[in-house]
Structures are given as structure tokens and as C-alpha cells.
């Protein structure tokens, strides 16, 4: 079939978080974008899955994203337009790179040609937080987890809306959204698996906030 225009055939995908997902492959459990797709990916945080970006056969332009992990750009077509990514930050390891595509500005790896490349560095405010919790209760009316934690919680750090990671030893776990937090109390929107239990570990993933004196321009949250 033609190929439509961009005005009738144009997917967004803006200020989304993208964390703690897998496919049965291991291999693109952060997305995959593939079967000639075209795609404005813009403001983006794509972090702790199992299995990167996977990039395929599609026309991308990808502006001001933050790629903490794996990816690639498998295949190509001649009836799409070549992608374009600038601004991004591109932690990798960079898988296989097939398709045409141009850099500009991107914070990315040495083996991909960037006429504008920024040498990959850890750029974030470190406001993670991590910690052991004594117990699990769900609330099936208002189908939420409340943790107890161990220890008082930061009272600083706004910790509402941010990706959290409930295991038995801050390896591997489910991973949840914050409702809210305060004190001893984090409350998760949802069920765990175990809806009840005693003892374990929650990891609060950074919020990927630039510091100040991060390049220009880069990353998601920079525009």
C-alpha cells in the first residue's frame, strides 16, 4: 500500500516514564517501535527494564529523550524517510544500528557518528532512595499498598507519582507507582503480588532531574 503522509499518519509519544517492563525475549522490554511506524518521540524517561529500545523498520525522529540502558535500530525501508534524533541522552550499550539514520547533539556513545556528541556521563540529581520495610497491607477499597518502612522516609525529597521497586532484597521485585509517602507510611498505588508480608526492600527509581550544570539542551525535561 502508499505510504501515507505525516498529516494523516503520525504517532506521538511525549513525557511518558517507561521502567520495570520484559518481554519473553529479554530484548526490547522498553518499547518496540517496528512495521514501518512513524514516530515523534519526544521528553521521554526509558530506564530499569528488562530489555532496551528496540528501534525497527519505522521513521523516528527522537528529540529530548533519556535512554538510561540498551538500544537499538534494527532494518530499514526504502519507502520511509530517514529518522533524525537530537538532544537525547543515549546511555547505551548501543545495539545494532541498520537503519538511516542522522545524530546531532546527542549524549551518546563513541562508536555512533554524531557530528555534536557529548561524551556520556551521569548528568542526574541522585534522589533515589532506598530502604527496608516491616509490613505489607492492601487496601481493596481504595486498592492501594501501604508500606511501613523501617525508617522515617525523607521529608525533603517529593517522592508522589515517582517509580518504586518492591522486593525481598532490592534485586529484581515489582515495580509500582507512588501514591504518596510520609513518616514510616509509603503508600503504592495498586496490589503487589503478595498482597501481605512481612520484611523486604523498596527502591525509589531518581526522578532523572537534570542538575544544573548539565549540558544544555539534553535529555528529557531539558525543552
Known amino acids: 500500500d502508499e505510504y501515507p503522509s505525516k498529516e494523516d499518519f503520525n504517532v506521538i509519544v511525549d513525557g511518558n516514564v517507561f521502567v520495570g517492563?520484559?518481554?519473553?525475549?529479554?530484548?526490547?522490554?522498553?518499547?518496540?517501535i517496528t512495521m514501518e511506524s512513524r514516530v515523534h518521540f519526544t521528553n521521554n524517561v526509558i530506564?530499569?527494564?528488562n530489555g532496551g529500545m528496540y528501534l525497527q523498520r519505522s521513521?523516528?525522529?527522537?528529540?529530548?529523550?533519556?535512554?538510561w540502558q540498551d538500544w537499538k535500530f534494527l532494518e530499514d525501508k526504502e519507502s520511509l524517510g530517514?529518522?533524525?534524533?537530537?538532544?537525547?541522552?543515549?546511555k547505551g550499550p548501543v545495539g545494532d544500528m541498520e537503519a538511516r539514520v542522522s545524530f546531532h547533539g546527542n549524549m551518546m556513545e563513541s562508536q555512533i557518528n554524531?557530528?555534536?556528541?557529548?561524551?556520556?556521563?551521569?548528568i542526574f540529581i541522585d534522589d533515589a532512595?532506598?530502604?527496608?520495610?516491616?509490613?505489607?497491607?492492601?487496601?481493596s477499597v481504595t486498592f492501594t499498598t501501604v508500606?511501613?518502612?523501617?525508617?522515617?522516609l525523607p521529608s525533603k525529597v517529593d517522592l508522589a507519582n515517582r517509580s518504586v521497586r518492591i522486593s525481598e532484597d532490592h534485586d529484581g521485585g515489582q515495580w509500582r507507582v507512588i501514591k504518596s509517602a510520609?513518616?514510616?507510611?509509603?503508600?503504592?498505588?495498586?496490589?503487589?503480588?503478595?498482597?501481605?508480608?512481612?520484611?523486604?526492600?523498596?527502591?525509589?527509581?531518581?526522578?532523572?532531574?537534570?542538575?544544573?550544570?548539565?549540558?544544555?539542551?539534553?535529555?528529557?525535561?531539558s525543552n
Not at 59 to 67: D, L
Open 47 to 49: 530506564a530499569e527494564n
Open 129 to 139: 532512595v532506598s530502604g527496608e520495610f516491616d509490613v505489607i497491607d492492601f487496601n
Open 147 to 152: 508500606i511501613k518502612t523501617s525508617k522515617r
Open 114 to 122: 554524531d557530528d555534536a556528541r557529548i561524551e556520556v556521563s551521569d
Open 182 to 221: 510520609k513518616g514510616n507510611q509509603l503508600v503504592i498505588w495498586g496490589a503487589l503480588t503478595a498482597t501481605t508480608g512481612t520484611m523486604g526492600a523498596f527502591d525509589v527509581l531518581r526522578s532523572f532531574t537534570l542538575k544544573s550544570d548539565a549540558p544544555k539542551g539534553i535529555g528529557a525535561g
Open 82 to 90: 530517514p529518522s533524525y534524533f537530537t538532544g537525547n541522552v543515549l
Open 21 to 32: 517492563n520484559r518481554n519473553s525475549s529479554d530484548n526490547s522490554g522498553a518499547m518496540r
Open 59 to 67: 521513521e523516528i525522529i527522537a528529540e529530548n529523550n533519556t535512554v
